[in-house]
């Protein structure tokens, strides 16, 4: 009903839209939770696991059994204050526990731990490219302020069951360690919020700090969209909660701001509500009915003292972290590694973006360059033939199993044009799924390229016996015809030449 | 026999070594005078098997061990908001009446690794939240002082532990002190009761009233029974983030301790306007005698009138969040509605929870509100550092005192008819008035009893010293003890009122 | 002379005891109680009906009684008797343990996997879930139904 409705706001905002005055401009800003890589939970000792039997990875105190008592996990000290590090934020010497307060079925202490007014760390900043093929013809810069970070605790799950009139509510997650990364609103499109949550995934992965699988609810986005005319003062937020995807978060912001400047086009009022992405339907729709009024009552959680951690030496102990041995282990970042690539290998930007963005065919190319090779070529190769033959098996190039012994192989035999492009995808097919060589499958095949030159010569002396006319013609000055006869040069030999060389025995051949 | 309530962990020890007395037979006997009493109410579950089990094991170890704990073979009850595995644990409300653990409070595993046998698990008010344990769903708590028709309360929260061991049934207990919940029972009852610095002793388990001032405090007929259970249970614990990492050093009783280089203080804020000429009498007299021994100082805590007040908003506020769990969801009372989450929880706490927990719940979220926040919350705060402040500046400033001397209560046991003619608020507000400042602070206290009042009633004292002087404060507390000469409760003077 | 001297001397130590107690219970034991910083000039506050219905829904517990409130008011009157006093540059204490450094437990898997446990209090599972009824339907609304229900009944 509700998206029928809009639909016909968006009709009508399409009629008047001549008639705007100003520009619309909209404003985002994001809110960001990211699950923890920790083997426990943040205040107890259960496993912090996805899936798993029902209400099992529970500890007393994840199901807020009277009397029990939150007891700070270390690591997720250590992944929160790696991640802030890695944002260049202030990591505050003392940060202390909050309690939010709400009932939700799948929030059994009614209250979720967080840190709401001295967090483990403030001030930070993400810089990140905007490029999404198709969309922008160039990469540009961005960046956005990152207001605070904070370890928080994350809720259960609740299913619910429309028939039945009932939630059955699953704890396994309850407890589970999150940060949270506020964002300062400094974003002004989806495409810009979705580039940031790619970037922001990239380096939580390479942190360490989260799987960054957001399909698995590892990494969860919440937008804040407002909107205004060029000048006027910004009209009322909404927030969208828990968008999945990268492309949810870029569609999802985009229907958020085309919704409110039909409301407000039509005289309409946006409300400050919290909204939800059906990524189906691909609407946003609100969560609650009515407007409820929120105060989450936050007061200081009484059974943790400060959390302080050590900013000045490497010394460390068991209750105090060291800042600067955390420092020491982060590793080298998107952006360093797209600089490198473009600066130690000449590759283009929207290569070295395209390449970074997927973490393993990262790995894979420097692994490639290892040897001297051509970058280009060899990003080409994965950015073009891997990802081609993956896309139509439908296999995550992350959790694609060939190896870079088999990679190495094939590269070789590219670069040395052994076999052509096509071939090389083929032997890219064969080699999904085991260990086998591609030198061993392109020999077995009979795959190789033939360089010889006086079996290239041989093969073209029998194109010419059997294309009189065509030499004929090329021989009265119709050079095109060139192209003709390696043609049928290629089609004749199988796709087993290596044409470069072909062509130009070919062209000795008729100059003859 | 009647004797035995007499008897310090000591006696009875020694008892065991002259094969006078055994476990079995002492558990027995508090078993009995359990089941004697039990008009005074001061048990919600009791616990035969548990006790007699517990004790059949102490006794292979008295057999066959030359050096036992000191608590070995002795009685001990718990106060029913401590977690008990398989033994229900209801917190005196129809809320948690069907709840029964899966796991015990690290002091209750503390007291089982030493030897000590449960009894029973004792009486409260609902939640703690109280200062006469009136207000519990198992009926109040009766004192056995003067015990007759027209009886007198027991004092509160903790009231049902201070009659257990006052009345016999249990050599020592433990109870939980926010605001005085244990002093304040321990010195109606004519007994001692310790409030131990905050942290020293585990929470967990204790199913909490307001976290940042709990403490498990101890009841027993003398000091060194109480500095004898302390020893047990102090010390840091992994599963209590709020627990003083120091590894604890055992207090040790010196009967030659020298008070004559102490400095005692009076400080003169606790002489308030509805303190009883009695109770100023006995805290002149005991003054009076250390004077003779040490030195005393008049001292000033300003901000001691105002404590009551800020103890009311942060308890309330605490208690609105911590009560916030109980929904019926996961434990405890669900009630029989399903139209929506929202029906539920509202429908089983309010069928769960009393007047004086619901009423709280609402204070505290009206305190927390965004509006309210900074106006009281961040305000009481503010003020408790104040009032801890005061006791710092008179422990570590000049002239500064060892530790000081005042009333534990206001009065000597209210009638029942009297004191429940005024509201849980104004109740807690008389009866907490001296000793809610020590858990503001956070600092040790001790409340041991000096007198009888013209009605024949127990008159306490509490002494407070410094956080983790618990050494000093029990053996000073041992000089006083022994001083004043306190007479014991005669049994039969309650068994055979008529 | 000797029995009227001795009767002096016995006389002025009995006075002199009474002096030095007066005198020392003054110092030690005040005799009058301290007046006390509270404020009793504080006007009865008034808790309207909107905030009433917000703390019930905050809550989720019923105390929209005329006792109920009135407790209320009680409890915010005793609070206001002590916002005047002045707290300007001191700091809020929420834990006596401020100086502590906050435990941190090393990162293992030491609980859970106790699904019995867990689920052995929970008065309705299914499933070994717990159960809820619908959510996200704020309380007014039940009430609201509510007396929808009883306006028909008086109807009828």
């Known amino acids: 009903m509700r998206s029928k409705f809009l639909y016909k706001y968006l009709k009508l905002h399409k009629r008047y839209s001549s008639q705007i005055a100003k520009k619309w401009q909209s404003v985002v800003g994001l809110e960001v939770h990211a699950q923890l890589n920790t083997e426990s939970k943040l205040f107890s000792g259960a496993q912090n696991t996805f899936g798993g039997l029902v209400n099992n990875c529970v500890s007393l105190f994840d199901a807020a059994i009277p009397g029990t008592l939150p007891v700070l996990n270390r690591k997720c000290v250590e992944l929160g ?133 957001m399909e698995e609810g590892a990494l969860r986005v919440d937008a804040n969209v407002s909107i205004r005319r060029e000048g006027d003062p910004l009209s009322t937020r909404t927030e969208i909660k828990n968008i999945g995807s990268v492309r949810g978060v870029a569609s999802a912001v985009r229907y958020e ?148 012994e088999q990679l190495d192989e094939l590269t070789d035999m590219v670069l040395q044009k052994k076999i052509n492009l096509d071939i090389c995808r083929s032997v890219l097919e064969e080699i999904i799924g085991n260990r086998k060589s591609p030198f061993a499958i392109v020999d077995e095949k009979g795959w190789s390229l033939v360089t010889d030159s006086k079996e290239i010569t041989e093969q073209c002396k029998r194109v010419f016996d059997d294309n009189p006319k065509l030499v004929k013609q090329y021989r009265d000055g119709k050079v095109k015809v060139l192209r003709a006869l390696l043609g049928i040069l290629s089609k004749t030999s199988d796709n087993k030449l290596d044409m470069s060389v072909a062509s130009k025995i070919m062209e000795e051949l008729l100059r003859k | 026999m009647n004797k035995l309530s007499s008897y310090s962990i000591r006696d009875i020890h020694k008892a065991y070594r002259d094969k006078t007395l055994n476990p079995r037979c002492l558990i027995d006997q508090c078993l009995d005078r359990a089941n004697k009493t039990k008009e005074l109410n001061a048990f919600i579950t009791l616990t035969p098997q548990v006790a007699h089990e517990q004790s059949l094991r102490c006794q292979e170890r008295l057999q066959s061990s030359k050096k036992l704990n000191l608590l070995e073979g002795i009685s001990v009850c718990l106060k029913d908001n401590f977690c008990t595995e398989n033994i229900r644990t209801t917190c005196a409300s129809n809320m948690l009446k069907n709840f029964t653990p899966t796991y015990n409070a690290t002091i209750y595993s503390k007291l089982m690794m030493a030897g000590a046998c449960l009894v029973g698990k004792t009486n409260l008010d609902e939640f703690a939240m109280g200062s006469g344990t009136v207000d519990s769903i198992y009926g109040p708590s009766r004192n056995p002082w003067c015990y007759n028709d027209n009886w007198r309360i027991a004092g509160g929260s903790s009231g049902g532990s201070a009659v257990a061991v006052s009345s016999g049934s249990s050599v020592v207990a433990i109870g939980s002190d926010t605001g005085g919940s244990t002093r304040n029972p321990a010195a109606l009852c004519g007994i001692v009761g310790l409030k131990p610095t905050y942290g020293l002793v585990s929470r967990y388990g204790l199913i909490p009233l307001v976290n940042s001032m709990d403490v498990p405090g101890v009841f027993a007929k003398n000091v060194d029974d109480a500095a004898i259970t302390l020893n047990c249970i102090a010390g840091p614990d992994d599963l209590d983030s709020t627990t003083i990492k120091s590894a604890f050093k055992p207090i040790s009783i010196k009967e030659d301790f020298d008070i004559s280089n102490l400095n005692i203080g009076i400080p003169k804020e606790y002489h308030c306007k509805d303190m ?50 109980y929904d019926g969801l996961e434990y405890g009372l669900r009630a029989k509605t399903n139209y929506s989450t929202e029906e539920l929880y509202a429908t089983t706490r309010s069928q769960g929870f009393n007047n004086v927990v619901r009423s709280r719940i609402f204070g505290g979220n009206y305190f927390l509100l965004r509006q309210n926040y900074e106006k009281y919350f961040l305000k009481a705060q503010k003020l408790r550092r104040l009032i801890s402040d005061d006791f710092e500046n008179v422990f570590n400033g000049d002239n500064k005192v060892d530790l000081l001397l005042t009333p534990t209560t206001l009065s000597d046991a209210p009638l029942y008819s009297d004191f429940t003619a005024k509201n849980n608020r104004d109740q807690c507000a008389l009866q907490d008035y001296c000793t809610q400042p020590a858990n503001m602070a956070g600092i040790p206290a001790i409340s041991i009893p000096v007198k009888l009042s013209k009605n024949k009633l127990p008159l306490s004292l509490q002494l407070m010293g410094p956080a983790l002087s618990e050494e000093l404060l029990l053996n000073v507390a041992k000089k006083i003890e022994a001083l004043v000469n306190f007479p014991v409760l005669e049994f039969n003077q309650y068994l055979n009122k008529n | ?65 005329e006792q109920g409130v009135k407790v209320l008011e009680d409890s915010i009157e005793f609070a206001n008797k002590i916002l005047h006093i002045n707290t300007d540059n001191v700091q809020p204490l929420y834990t006596v343990l401020e100086n502590q450094s906050l435990s941190l437990h090393i990162d293992a898997v030491t609980q859970g996997n106790c699904q019995k446990d867990i689920l052995k209090n929970a008065v309705i599972t299914e499933d070994d879930y717990f159960v809820a009824p619908p959510g996200n339907i704020p309380l007014h609304e039940i009430e609201e139904k509510e007396s929808d229900i009883q306006r028909n009944e008086n109807r009828n």
Request: glycine share 2%.
């Open chain 1, 81 to 213: 204050v790696l991640a802030a590090l890695a944002f260049s934020c202030r990591v505050n010497e003392v940060s202390t526990f909050d309690r939010k307060h709400y009932f939700y079925a799948d929030l059994p202490a009614g209250y979720q731990i967080t840190q709401q007014r001295a967090p483990l760390a403030n001030d930070g900043v993400i810089n990140f490219q905007v490029y999404t093929p198709g969309v922008h013809k160039k990469p540009y810069n961005k960046s956005s302020m990152i207001k605070q970070i904070q370890l928080e605790q994350d809720s259960g799950k609740s299913l619910h069951d429309i028939e039945l009139k009932q939630s059955l509510v699953d704890l396994n997650r309850a407890g589970a360690p999150l940060i949270e990364i506020v964002f300062e609103p400094d974003l002004e499109d989806g495409e810009e919020a979705a580039a940031l949550v790619k970037e922001l995934v990239l380096i939580v992965q390479r942190l360490g700090v989260c799987s960054g699988r």
């Open chain 1, 257 to 404: 701001i085309d919704r409110q400047q039909s409301v407000l086009e039509n005289g309409g009022n946006i409300i400050n509500e919290t909204r939800m992405w059906d990524a189906a339907a691909k609407v946003t729709v609100p969560m609650r009915d009515k407007e409820v009024v929120q105060d989450y009552r936050y007061m200081p959680e009484p059974n943790l003292p400060p959390l302080r951690v050590n900013l000045t030496t490497r010394e460390d102990t068991q209750d105090i972290i060291s800042v600067p041995l955390i420092s020491d282990r982060i590793p080298e970042l998107p952006a360093v590694s797209r600089a490198k690539l473009i600066e130690n290998h000449d590759l283009r930007p929207e290569i070295a973006i395209q390449l970074v963005n997927e973490p393993a065919l990262f790995d894979f190319f420097n692994n490639l360059m290892n040897k001297k090779r051509n970058p280009t070529k060899v990003a080409n190769l994965l950015l073009n033939d891997l990802l081609t033959v993956l896309n139509r098996r439908k296999i995550d190039v992350n959790n694609c199993t060939i190896s870079v």
């Open chain 2, 276 to 325: 009883s000429i009695e109770v100023i009498e006995c805290w002149q007299f005991v003054t009076d005698l250390l004077e003779k021994l040490c030195k005393v100082s008049c001292v000033s805590l300003p901000h001691t009138s105002v404590s009551i007040a800020v103890y009311s908003i942060l308890n309330q506020c605490e208690v609105a969040s911590n009560m916030s769990r």
């Open chain 3, 1 to 65: 002379m000797s029995f009227r001297s001795s009767a002096l001397v016995r006389r002025r130590i009995y006075l002199h005891r009474i002096f030095y107690n007066c005198f020392r219970y003054y110092c030690k034991v005040p005799i009058t109680p301290v007046a006390t910083l509270e404020s009793d000039n504080i006007p009865k506050p008034n808790i309207d009906i909107n905030t009433v219905a917000l703390l019930e829904r905050l809550s989720l517990v019923r105390f929209d009684t």
